[in-house]
């Protein structure tokens, strides 16, 4: 089992940055293929990014592909996504999520989710 514990959501203006943490706990997280999602209001939950276990290796979505990055430190069993130059459509709730499966981008795939955070971009 793994749990996980997203954090660092917040209301920031448009151009401005969040830097979201999510920290896991049980057995071997640092096995695991991390990834982010979002879930806008209308919308169905998006793949972002993802992270391999070493950290070595990233995928991101188009969408976010030079404004936000992901990575990990798996010392302290947590996982980042650094989001720059937010925009009105980033607005949503952002899940970190687990998963054996090597760079999956759909939510079926992922076995362990977070409870989310809200992130919220005014312009």
């Known amino acids: 089992q793994v749990q996980l514990v997203e954090s660092g959501g917040g209301l920031v203006q448009a151009g401005g940055s969040l830097r979201l943490s999510c920290v896991g706990s049980?057995?071997?997280?640092?096995?695991?293929?991390m990834g982010w999602f979002r879930h806008a209001p209308g919308k169905e939950r998006g793949f972002v990014a993802c992270?391999?276990?070493?950290?070595?290796?990233?995928y991101y979505a188009d969408s976010v592909k030079g404004r936000f990055t992901i990575s990990r430190d798996n010392a302290k069993k947590t996982v980042y996504l650094q989001t720059n130059n937010l925009k009105s459509e980033d607005t949503a709730v952002y899940y970190c999520?687990?998963?054996?499966?090597?760079?999956?981008?759909?939510?079926?795939?992922?076995?362990?989710w977070g409870q989310g955070t809200q992130v919220t971009v005014s312009s």
């Open positions: 999520a687990a998963t054996r499966v090597t760079f999956a981008t759909t939510p079926g795939s992922y076995s362990y």
């Open positions: 049980g057995r071997a997280c640092n096995i695991y293929y």
């Open positions: 992270v391999s276990p070493s950290g070595g290796s990233t």
